[in-house]
């Protein structure tokens, strides 16, 4: 068993079972007995606990990750030392890795793929603005919850972007499938490298593949470093041509050509979800097409070809008699324009050529009026993404992003911003968190510039959830557009399931977003209940009484002369203490008993009468000297007794005396289907004292016994009732219970 299970640490964190394995460090959930919360708590492993690189890597994930608060990235409660441990106290997520969610799917759906990434990249710009480079992203670092949002990590090998760079035995390589081609070089990494992986991760989403794969680790570093992916589409045709480009533009091999930072390629994703038929021009193929001699031919060299395709029909030409003329038309270099020409024939028969200048003419303006549109239109487009100033009225865009509105405005007064507000979990109230014309882009002195600002984390009230069941309670959350956290504990007046408070308290105001500790009940705890009286009572009264005592109830209808629906026994004494939850079992009358009539019992001996006994016969029965009603020659024989089994455990029935008994039994108790295998010693039971009560009876044994149990008045027996007994959990269950035995005996007892 594993040495750290039931360990408390710190005295509060208490480690129930291990949940994951590492390379430098095992996961257990525990549990924060101050918090009363579910935690996960990560153990450095004790070959590493010496080694003070392993060490120092240890405490750079709490350093990193103590700093980063975000709804996509795993927290950190406490970090901790403990008799050569190093320990992080986490957030314990209920899910699956975005890995084992990979495995089970094959591919993704192209809108999955991009809400999981849209979150990873919002996890990644929180810590790239804190100058934190996670350097290990990969599908298993990923967690998905159950409501499909993602929580990004392990920051176990993460770096402070504004770190001095370790010596080359220092550097950590990420998990080799995902890792940068600079990060396998061994060079400097930064933001960019985190950017390379999730373009990684997408195309494993989106093509159930991994980009690269070798036999080895160093082959496939290799591969990152020198060879181009393969497209996606070549793998899955339905791929959108924008999409592809945002991975492949992610997986550029120089970091110069990637997307520079988390935000920008947030942006095209949000292009693209906007609209799938969006591209982005950051891969030639899309941009180039093949003409028919095998050259490149662009958008000009296309216009020109389709304009001199548009030849006339030429009319039918007689043979050339004059072979100089002829001749000279040989050599006549090519004309720029073809030669329109119309044929007469004269009574010499020379051929006169007539020019018509007016399709020449005709066609001249119209190339003239094509390529001025398309140079116009190709002017107005080059403009819009104009990076050079051409004269004094030309203004570079700055980057606003992040900038309070009015120091932008103040620091930029020769443009124009025109603010929109909008609700941002990632920016303070009025920061700018989007600007129409990008960063370097040309615009003139006094252009207006959409700007959107943000109008901070909305703030919502925590919904009043006490006595809801959980589900409902979590409806109630997603409609405020807030998480929680599900927290079971004991609670003897909320139901299970049923919601006990929550934390934050309600009417709370919080940021929305914020996760909310939803306090379930478990019912009652499982201390120990007095079992109720409740011979007598009639069924739904006892019913109630049990439950109120925390006890579950099975209800037997019995044949009975008592009226109808009243509860005539139970299968555990009242005042008993057993822990809740028991089944108790009430015997309740069914009515049917007074209209029964009596029956000789078969039981009784034909060959015995009344004041006969014989000792050897075991269907003679013993009957007490005090009795007046004994016979002579029955003094001074010793009552049955049963057997002492050492080391058995007792249960005591109840065997029901009805209100309506008239005379003194003799109760006997034997195994069932044997007249004198006693298990008890015989009772005598006075229907003065005991009608309409429940007589005790003390049986000793082991196991599950049947038995059945015998009245006698004079030498009358009868069976009243059989009762099955598990001395393993003290219960018992009554079968054939039968209050006309007891009118059969007292009829005999007055003869």
């Given at each position: 068993?594993?040495?750290?299970?039931?360990?408390?640490?710190?005295?509060?964190?208490?480690?129930?079972?291990?949940?994951?394995?590492?390379?430098?460090?095992?996961?257990?959930?525990?549990?924060?007995?101050?918090?009363?919360?579910?935690?996960?708590?990560?153990?450095?492993?004790?070959?590493?606990?010496?080694?003070?690189?392993?060490?120092?890597?240890?405490?750079?994930?709490?350093?990193?990750?103590?700093?980063?608060?975000?709804?996509?990235?795993?927290?950190?409660?406490?970090?901790?030392?403990?008799?050569?441990?190093?320990?992080?106290?986490?957030?314990?997520?209920?899910?699956?890795?975005?890995?084992?969610?990979?495995?089970?799917?094959?591919?993704?759906?192209?809108?999955?793929?991009?809400?999981?990434?849209?979150?990873?990249?919002?996890?990644?710009?929180?810590?790239?603005?804190?100058?934190?480079?996670?350097?290990?992203?990969?599908?298993?670092?990923?967690?998905?919850?159950?409501?499909?949002?993602?929580?990004?990590?392990?920051?176990?090998?993460?770096?402070?972007?504004?770190?001095?760079?370790?010596?080359?035995?220092?550097?950590?390589?990420?998990?080799?499938?995902?890792?940068?081609?600079?990060?396998?070089?061994?060079?400097?990494?930064?933001?960019?490298?985190?950017?390379?992986?999730?373009?990684?991760?997408?195309?494993?989403?989106?093509?159930?593949?991994?980009?690269?794969?070798?036999?080895?680790?160093?082959?496939?570093?290799?591969?990152?470093?020198?060879?181009?992916?393969?497209?996606?589409?070549?793998?899955?045709?339905?791929?959108?041509?924008?999409?592809?480009?945002?991975?492949?533009?992610?997986?550029?091999?120089?970091?110069?050509?990637?997307?520079?930072?988390?935000?920008?390629?947030?942006?095209?994703?949000?292009?693209?979800?906007?609209?799938?038929?969006?591209?982005?021009?950051?891969?030639?193929?899309?941009?180039?097409?093949?003409?028919?001699?095998?050259?490149?031919?662009?958008?000009?060299?296309?216009?020109?070809?389709?304009?001199?395709?548009?030849?006339?029909?030429?009319?039918?030409?007689?043979?050339?008699?004059?072979?100089?003329?002829?001749?000279?038309?040989?050599?006549?270099?090519?004309?720029?324009?073809?030669?329109?020409?119309?044929?007469?024939?004269?009574?010499?028969?020379?051929?006169?050529?007539?020019?018509?200048?007016?399709?020449?003419?005709?066609?001249?303006?119209?190339?003239?009026?094509?390529?001025?549109?398309?140079?116009?239109?190709?002017?107005?487009?080059?403009?819009?993404?104009?990076?050079?100033?051409?004269?004094?009225?030309?203004?570079?865009?700055?980057?606003?992003?992040?900038?309070?509105?009015?120091?932008?405005?103040?620091?930029?007064?020769?443009?124009?911003?025109?603010?929109?507000?909008?609700?941002?979990?990632?920016?303070?109230?009025?920061?700018?968190?989007?600007?129409?014309?990008?960063?370097?882009?040309?615009?003139?002195?006094?252009?207006?510039?959409?700007?959107?600002?943000?109008?901070?984390?909305?703030?919502?009230?925590?919904?009043?959830?006490?006595?809801?069941?959980?589900?409902?309670?979590?409806?109630?959350?997603?409609?405020?557009?807030?998480?929680?956290i599900p927290v079971q504990m004991d609670s003897d007046e909320i139901a299970a399931d049923f919601i006990i408070g929550t934390d934050p308290a309600e009417g709370t105001e919080v940021e929305e977003g914020t996760t909310i500790r939803?306090?379930?009940?478990?019912?009652?705890?499982?201390?120990?209940?007095?079992?109720?009286?409740?011979?007598?009572?009639?069924?739904?009264?006892?019913?109630?009484?049990?439950?109120?005592?925390?006890?579950?109830?099975?209800?037997?209808?019995?044949?009975?002369?008592?009226?109808?629906?009243?509860?005539?026994?139970?299968?555990?004494?009242?005042g008993s203490q057993v822990p809740r939850d028991t089944t108790i079992t009430i015997f309740v009358s069914d009515g049917s008993g007074e209209e029964e009539e009596f029956i000789d019992d078969p039981n009784i001996p034909s060959n015995?009468?009344?004041?006969?006994?014989?000792?050897?016969?075991?269907?003679?029965?013993?009957?007490?000297?005090?009795?007046?009603?004994?016979?002579?020659?029955?003094?001074?024989?010793?009552?049955?007794?049963?057997?002492?089994?050492?080391?058995?455990?007792?249960?005591?029935?109840?065997?029901?005396?009805?209100?309506?008994?008239?005379?003194?039994?003799?109760?006997?108790?034997?195994?069932?289907?044997?007249?004198?295998?006693?298990?008890?010693?015989?009772?005598?039971?006075?229907?003065?004292?005991?009608?309409?009560?429940?007589?005790?009876?003390?049986?000793?044994?082991?196991?599950?016994?049947?038995?059945?149990?015998?009245?006698?008045?004079?030498?009358?027996?009868?069976?009243?009732?059989?009762?099955?007994?598990?001395?393993?959990?003290?219960?018992?269950?009554?079968?054939?219970?039968?209050?006309?035995?007891?009118?059969?005996?007292?009829?005999?007892?007055?003869?």
């Amino acid at each position: 068993m594993d040495s750290f299970i039931g360990l408390r640490l710190d005295g509060r964190y208490e480690i129930t079972d291990l949940i994951g394995v590492g390379g430098m460090a095992d996961v257990y959930r525990g549990r924060d007995i101050m918090e009363n919360r579910v935690v996960a708590v990560k153990i450095l492993k004790s070959e590493y606990s010496e080694n003070e690189e392993f060490v120092r890597r240890f405490r750079n994930e709490s350093k990193a990750i103590a700093v980063l608060s975000h709804p996509n990235i795993v927290k950190i409660y406490d970090v901790g030392y403990e008799n050569s441990m190093q320990y992080i106290v986490m957030e314990y997520i209920d899910g699956i890795t975005l890995k084992e969610y990979i495995e089970q799917q094959g591919m993704l759906k192209w809108r999955d793929c991009v809400h999981f990434t849209i979150q990873i990249l919002r996890a990644l710009q929180l810590a790239h603005d804190r100058g934190i480079v996670h350097r290990d992203i990969k599908p298993q670092n990923v967690m998905l919850l159950t409501d499909g949002s993602i929580k990004v990590m392990d920051f176990g090998i993460a770096r402070f972007s504004r770190e001095v760079e370790s010596t080359s035995n220092e550097k950590t390589m990420g998990s080799v499938h995902y890792v940068s081609p600079e990060q396998a070089a061994g060079e400097r990494t930064d933001e960019r490298s985190d950017i390379y992986s999730v373009g990684v991760m997408m195309y494993e989403m989106l093509t159930g593949r991994k980009p690269f794969n070798g036999d080895t680790a160093v082959a496939v570093a290799l591969k990152h470093m020198h060879d181009k992916p393969t497209p996606p589409s070549e793998y899955v045709s339905s791929i959108y041509p924008g999409l592809e480009e945002i991975i492949l533009h992610a997986m550029e091999k120089e970091p110069s050509k990637r997307y520079q930072s988390a935000s920008g390629m947030i942006r095209d994703i949000e292009a693209f979800k906007q609209d799938q038929s969006v591209t982005f021009g950051y891969t030639e193929s899309k941009r180039v097409e093949q003409s028919k001699d095998g050259a490149q031919t662009g958008a000009k060299e296309k216009l020109a070809a389709a304009i001199s395709a548009i030849k006339p029909k030429p009319k039918t030409e007689k043979p050339e008699k004059n072979e100089k003329k002829k001749l000279k038309e040989q050599e006549r270099e090519p004309l720029e324009q073809p030669v329109y020409y119309e044929e007469y024939e004269d009574d010499d028969d020379e051929v006169e050529v007539r020019h018509n200048y007016a399709l020449p003419i005709l066609a001249a303006v119209t190339c003239t009026v094509i390529i001025v549109a398309t140079l116009f239109v190709a002017n107005v487009i080059l403009s819009a993404f104009k990076t050079t100033a051409s004269s004094d009225n030309d203004y570079e865009m700055p980057n606003l992003i992040g900038m309070s509105f009015y120091d932008a405005r103040a620091q930029y007064p020769d443009i124009q911003l025109v603010a929109t507000e909008e609700y941002n979990n990632e920016y303070p109230a009025g920061q700018i968190i989007q600007q129409d014309k990008g960063e370097g882009r040309i615009v003139k002195i006094g252009d207006s510039i959409k700007v959107t600002v943000s109008k901070g984390v909305r703030m919502v009230t925590v919904p009043g959830l006490k006595n809801y069941h959980l589900s409902s309670a979590a409806v109630a959350l997603e409609q405020q557009n807030l998480n929680y956290i599900p927290v079971q504990m004991d609670s003897d007046e909320i139901a299970a399931d049923f919601i006990i408070g929550t934390d934050p308290a309600e009417g709370t105001e919080v940021e929305e977003g914020t996760t909310i500790r939803l306090f379930v009940s478990l019912g009652p705890t499982t201390e120990d209940t007095t079992v109720p009286y409740v011979v007598g009572e009639d069924v739904i009264t006892a019913r109630n009484a049990m439950q109120d005592a925390y006890l579950d109830v099975k209800i037997q209808y019995t044949t009975s002369i008592e009226e109808k629906d009243t509860v005539i026994s139970q299968n555990i004494e009242g005042g008993s203490q057993v822990p809740r939850d028991t089944t108790i079992t009430i015997f309740v009358s069914d009515g049917s008993g007074e209209e029964e009539e009596f029956i000789d019992d078969p039981n009784i001996p034909s060959n015995l009468g009344p004041g006969q006994y014989d000792p050897n016969d075991p269907n003679s029965f013993y009957i007490p000297p005090d009795n007046p009603n004994a016979p002579e020659n029955v003094e001074g024989q010793n009552p049955p007794q049963s057997e002492v089994i050492p080391g058995a455990k007792t249960v005591t029935i109840l065997v029901d005396i009805p209100s309506t008994a008239q005379s003194t039994y003799y109760m006997t108790v034997c195994r069932a289907g044997s007249d004198s295998d006693y298990v008890a010693d015989q009772q005598t039971v006075d229907s003065s004292v005991w009608a309409g009560q429940s007589y005790p009876i003390t049986i000793e044994g082991e196991g599950t016994v049947t038995v059945d149990v015998y009245i006698r008045a004079k030498l009358l027996r009868t069976r009243c009732a059989v009762y099955t007994i598990n001395f393993d959990d003290g219960s018992y269950t009554v079968d054939d219970y039968s209050s006309a035995a007891f009118r059969s005996v007292d009829t005999f007892a007055l003869w």
